[in-house]
């Protein structure tokens, strides 16, 4: 609980200062400006420290939040030049994903933080070079809205080898920006269609749709 209400806060660093001041039980710990568009943000807790970790124009910015006085940005990882990144974790590894033609999946060692980080891989498979979002679930990865087939959704097993997670399976009926799983059940938003789908995932290699409806209808 904690972590999440310091990832909360650091979502201000994408308001205006003046803004998140009157916010109402709300205390601005930092305030970072890379004179850009930031997008999505993601938490990590590793050695009894915690850490934010968010993205913008020209990569990903890690940040040690675990005091709350002397909040400081700590590793900065390069990426291809894109308006929205997204990123999530499994065990010490990051992943990350972005809109930047080329851009595949950055995987991210975590081990050697607070001093640095190792990226260890970039990833592409069939003809997967960017995605929109991805969402984590256990060892699984799912890689949401991306140029490969119809932009839905591709599941990555990350468990026998994080550092290089193996496609597992699909899902192609519709685009996906973004997917939510809950007990081996894929709750998916389709904006082309207007749709929401939800998709049993308990079979990784063999996604099978439940149903969908045009949402609110």
């Not at 850490?51 to 400081?72: F, R």
Request: with cysteine; net charge negative; proline share 2%.
């Amino acid at each position: 609980m904690r972590i999440s209400l310091k990832i909360l806060i650091i979502l201000f660093l994408w308001q205006s200062f003046a803004a998140a001041q009157q916010s109402h039980n709300i205390r601005v710990l930092a305030h970072f400006n890379h004179n850009t568009f930031h997008s999505s943000c993601w938490g990590y807790e590793a050695g009894g420290r915690e850490y934010a970790i968010y993205g913008w124009y020209e990569g990903t910015t890690i940040v040690d939040i675990t005091d709350e006085n002397n909040i400081e940005e700590i590793v900065f990882i390069p990426g291809r030049y894109s308006g929205w990144r997204e990123m999530k974790t499994y065990k010490n590894y990051l992943y990350i994903v972005s809109e930047a033609d080329s851009s595949g999946l950055q995987i991210v060692d975590l081990t050697r933080l607070p001093n640095t980080v190792d990226l260890v891989n970039t990833l592409f498979f069939d003809n997967f070079r960017r995605a929109h979002t991805i969402s984590q679930s256990g060892r699984y990865l799912y890689i949401n809205g991306g140029n490969y087939s119809e932009g839905g959704i591709v599941v990555l097993d990350a468990g026998s080898d994080p550092g290089n997670p193996r496609k597992q399976g699909e899902w192609q009926t519709d685009y996906v920006h973004d997917c939510r799983i809950v007990n081996d059940t894929i709750w998916a938003c389709n904006p082309l269609t207007g749709k929401v789908s939800v998709i049993d995932a308990v079979d990784k290699s063999n996604l099978r749709t439940i149903t969908s409806w045009v949402n609110g209808l």
